[in-house]
């Protein structure tokens, strides 16, 4: 014996009102036609409708899509796709990480990243700013860690003729 069904007509679920029901799908569940408040039609599955799982024809998703990602718990800055992010991340492991390639040269020799950009990319990007097109981070004193006062955006060449001297055994 199943369950009666709740007659969802002229109610309404988010952007959707029922107008009527349309089926049974093969798991016994009744299946709505719906009118969403943007004028589209479409048919939903009555849990759909009572758990909150389908509130609008889509439109809901894609008028909040972006409002939606920035307050994201898990999105901070939006900009893991920039040179500049890439930048502060390759900093953070040729300093932190021993099986970086080049950690001998930085962290092996005891160059850190600050703690206000090592804990944060939002601080590293509002202290350093944009990067420059044709320009990669440079430590002024090549001896001194990565920090607000000792790096900029410098050119191939500035950073050529600011890099340390190998002194020849």
């Keep these: 014996m199943g369950r009666a069904r709740i007659d969802l007509r002229g109610q309404t679920f988010g952007r959707l009102t029922v107008r009527a029901m349309v089926a049974s799908n093969s798991a ?3 299946i ?3 009118q969403c408040a943007c004028g589209e039609l479409l048919s939903v599955a009555a849990t759909h409708l009572r758990r909150g799982a389908v509130k ?3 439109c809901l998703r894609r008028e909040l899509g972006i409002e939606r990602l920035l307050r994201s718990p898990r999105r901070t800055h939006g900009a893991t796709e920039t040179v500049e992010y890439e930048t502060w991340q390759r900093m953070i492991q040729r300093c932190t990480n021993p099986n970086s390639e080049v950690f001998e040269y930085y962290g092996g020799r005891g160059i850190t990243v600050c703690e206000r950009w090592r804990k944060s990319f939002e601080n590293f990007r509002a202290d350093m700013g944009l990067r420059p097109e044709g320009m990669s981070i440079d430590r002024k004193d090549v001896n001194g860690n ?3 006062t000792n790096c900029r955006w410098a050119t191939a060449i ?9 002194v020849a055994a």
């Design 28 to 30: 016994g569940q009744s």
């Design 32 to 34: 709505w036609a719906c």
């Design 146 to 148: 990565y920090e607000p």
């Design 158 to 166: 500035e950073q050529r003729l600011n890099q340390r001297r190998m």
């Design 56 to 58: 609008s024809c889509g």
